[in-house]
């Protein structure tokens, strides 16, 4: 698949925000600052790719594919104690694993991404590129939601359906827009 | 009070399983995520309350992820020997499971020492959660196709198709929710 069509396929058929049901983030965690989503890209990137990897060259041969959960939480955590090897200099943690609710919520993120573009690609090449197109997807998918909740709450939603359901009815909505896409071109 | 804390609770565990109620669109699925989220549930659960608090945090909080995923790894091969097909189509979604919000919560409920409290009734909720995706997961089928079967390779939705999508899933969620909320108000209301 050439470039154009991997970005093309992962952001509109398979975008993780929708495919994955991940419309959780009202905090966007990942677009927040400018630096945060350099963060949020780069691990994305290394992890997706490290991942990519160990699965195809060893885990698939020796038919192991089950135990790959616990090989991306090992490469998660190796790149956290990178993280904190780089920034020893300022004395404290990039951040602390078990108690921030945002970042385990992005490692489930991380995860889904390493997933989609593996099963996606077919080289290193690919797999890296993939990455970057799913990242960016997500961010853009989550802020677009969260800009559409946002105008929705000048109007007047009856009140059973504020808060989680009109937010889940949005989702809907959009995955049925992007669906729409996917059924035009693949 | 207590009870609308309960309420919270319980829709925050929901929506931390939301990706699980997206692939759950048929009974059998439901019943493979449903045993799956039972057995990574507990496991967490237990580990969690087996190590004693001296011990450093984030080394518990490590060992019960690992044993979060080491109990999804082996849910998938038990799956992978009962219904092959079953497995193929479900597997890379199944092994999210260990990384859902409900189990993070739990591998870190050593951060507050009520928490941990907490993880007993946390294990038996998760009871009930596995419960609630096997009645969306085969209410969605019933929908979609207008039967409920156990056999994945008989399954054609023809009914309502765009429930078994999704789009299907995001909606019919947020009609759910706000139709609980109707009617435990209407229930309120009679009460008083």
Redesign the interface.
């Known amino acids: 698949m050439s470039a154009l069509g991997i970005a093309f396929y992962i952001v509109f058929s398979g975008n993780i925000f929708i495919q994955w049901a991940l419309p959780v983030d009202r905090k966007r965690t990942a677009s927040s600052s400018f630096i945060n989503f350099i963060v949020f890209l780069g691990t994305t990137v290394v992890s997706s790719v490290l991942y990519g990897v160990i699965n195809k060259y060893c885990l698939v041969p020796l038919k192991l594919e089950t135990i790959s959960p616990v090989i991306f939480i090992a490469i998660i955590y190796g790149i956290k104690s990178l993280l904190d090897l780089i920034s020893k200099e300022d004395k404290k943690e990039v951040f602390e694993f078990p108690y921030d609710k945002r970042v385990l919520f992005l490692v489930l993120v991380l995860y889904v991404i390493a997933l989609t573009s593996y099963s996606s690609c077919n080289s290193i090449l690919e797999l890296f590129w993939a990455s970057i197109c799913c990242s960016i997807a997500y961010v853009v998918s989550n802020d677009f939601l969260n800009a559409i909740i946002e105008r929705l709450e000048l109007e007047e939603v009856p009140e059973n359906f504020r808060g989680w359901p009109i937010r889940l009815i949005s989702a809907g909505l959009m995955a049925l827009a992007f669906s729409g896409t996917q059924a035009c071109f693949f | 009070m207590q009870n609308n804390e309960g309420k919270n609770r319980f829709?925050a565990t929901v929506?931390?399983l939301?990706?699980l109620?997206?692939f759950s669109n048929s009974l059998a699925n439901s019943l493979a995520f449903g045993a799956t989220f039972l057995f990574v549930n507990t496991v967490t659960a237990l580990v969690a309350l087996f190590f004693p608090t001296e011990l450093e945090?984030?080394y518990i909080?490590?060992i019960t992820?690992?044993s979060a995923?080491?109990a999804?790894?082996i849910s998938?091969?038990i799956i992978?020997i009962i219904d092959p097909f079953l497995y193929e189509s479900i597997?890379?979604k199944l092994?999210?499971i260990?990384?859902?919000?409900p189990i993070?919560k739990l591998?870190?409920s050593?951060?507050l020492k009520r928490e941990r409290e907490r993880t007993n009734e946390e294990m038996m909720l998760g009871f009930i959660y596995s419960s609630v995706l096997i009645l969306f997961g085969t209410l969605r089928e019933f929908i979609a196709s207008g039967t409920v079967v156990l056999s994945m390779s008989t399954i054609s939705h023809t009914f309502l198709p765009i429930i078994a999508?999704?789009?299907?899933?995001?909606?019919l969620?947020?009609?759910i929710?706000?139709?609980i909320?109707?009617f435990s108000?209407i229930i309120k209301e009679g009460n008083e």
């Open positions: 829709l929506i931390g939301l990706p109620f997206l945090k984030k909080f490590a992820l690992f995923a080491f999804v790894s998938a091969s992978r597997y890379s092994f999210i260990s990384f859902l919000p993070f591998s870190s050593e951060i999508s999704p789009v299907g899933a995001f909606i969620l947020g009609v929710i706000a139709g909320r109707f108000k």
